[in-house]
């Protein structure tokens, strides 16, 4: 991808957030975290927690902030999201926050063990014999996604015959288009277009509504009357969200989500961190 576009995509997305962010030592809720399902006592108690407590991933951010400021973090969200289930279990505030102290001393793999995904029809870029396998569960408007899709490009330049990346659907409720350009970007692959509007998608993530997606149809050379009534029909709707399933049943619990091999990789998706563990296998 061009350093141009790149650059593009990274201050939209710094924008796109910027516009977005609130105050972490007083917003009640923070990005990847489910608090719904708590009472309001409950919900302060992992909030007070989260704003006591730093990140294990070096930023030197309260877990709060880091929330905030870098929701692609995946031990930010992993601390997280252990809080809430112990708040959830009824638990006193100096006992969450003990067990919360006691599980960020110890860190994950970069890699979890392995899990059986089911990819079958799903669209996919590089060789059919590759080696490894990179899935992505992804949404369309996340600036988080947009951003990884360099590096993703980047890794299947420097692994052209032993990668292959295939792409899952994970709307976010929080964005609004998130789930009409799933279905849009499927109805396109039903007519082997998927990569095409993808690129567009991605390219243009802050602007995305069903107008934009018909003008990015017709220049990818879809079959506007397929693509149109699919689309107002919501054909598929019912596998974006089957898919979703499987992301929630696998471990995912926020955008974009990477397995390596059916292995969940729990840190960002860069060159420098994926490159060598594509190659680590490689060797098996």
């Excluded at 294990?56 to 930010?76: N, Q, V």
Aim: hydrophobic share 40%; proline share 6%.
């Amino acid at each position: 991808m061009p350093i141009r576009r790149a650059v593009a995509l990274l201050f939209a997305a710094v924008l796109c957030f910027a516009q977005t962010q609130s105050d972490w030592k007083t917003t009640t809720t923070l990005p990847g975290v489910d608090l719904s399902s708590l009472s309001k006592t409950q919900q302060k108690v992992v909030l007070d927690a989260l704003r006591a407590e730093s990140c294990t991933c070096g930023c030197e951010m309260k877990i709060a902030e880091c929330r905030m400021k870098d929701p692609t973090c995946p031990l930010s969200r992993r601390l997280a999201n252990f809080t809430v289930q112990a708040a959830s279990n009824g638990k006193p505030a100096a006992q969450v926050l003990a067990e919360l102290r006691k599980y960020a001393a110890t860190p994950p793999p970069v890699l979890d063990p392995p899990k059986k995904l089911s990819t079958e029809g799903d669209p996919v870029r590089g060789p059919a014999d590759a080696k490894v396998t990179v899935v992505e569960f992804s949404d369309f408007q996340c600036p988080f996604c947009a951003k990884a899709t360099v590096e993703v490009a980047k890794i299947m330049k420097q692994f052209p015959k032993d990668v292959r990346v295939i792409f899952k659907q994970f709307p976010l409720d929080s964005h609004s288009q998130a789930a009409l350009a799933a279905e849009a970007s499927l109805a396109a692959h039903a007519q082997g277009k998927f990569w095409e509007l993808h690129d567009k998608m991605y390219a243009n993530f802050t602007t995305i509504n069903r107008t934009r997606i018909l003008l990015w149809a017709k220049e990818t050379g879809l079959d506007m009357d397929r693509f149109t009534s699919e689309l107002d029909s919501h054909k598929y709707a019912a596998r974006v969200q089957a898919e979703e399933h499987q992301g929630e049943d696998a471990g995912v619990e926020g955008t974009p989500t990477f397995y390596i091999n059916g292995k969940k990789l729990n840190a960002s998706f860069d060159v420098q961190t994926v490159a060598p563990l594509i190659v680590d296998e490689l060797k098996h």
